[in-house]
């Protein structure tokens, strides 16, 4: 637990203990951001590739109807 005696030492003890804290969050954050755009880039490839099929689909239709 925490002393009560507020000292210069003891704030600087608990300033680079939340010094590190926010370092690993920040890495944890980046790592997270990495892969969700990774996974943004993946459904967004999928997404172009069902389009251009069903486009092609669709032109296959028209010209047999033609």
Known sequence: MMDDKRTVA???KRID???MNLL???TIVKLQHKDL???IKL???IIIGA???I???LATVLIQVV
Do not use: N, T
Request: proline share 0%; glycine share 10%.
């Open 10 to 12: 003891s704030a600087h």
């Open 17 to 19: 203990e939340l010094s």
């Open 24 to 26: 690993e969050l920040s």
């Open 37 to 39: 755009y990774g996974r």
């Open 43 to 45: 459904i967004q490839s």
């Open 51 to 53: 389009s251009g099929a």
């Open 55 to 57: 486009m092609l689909m």
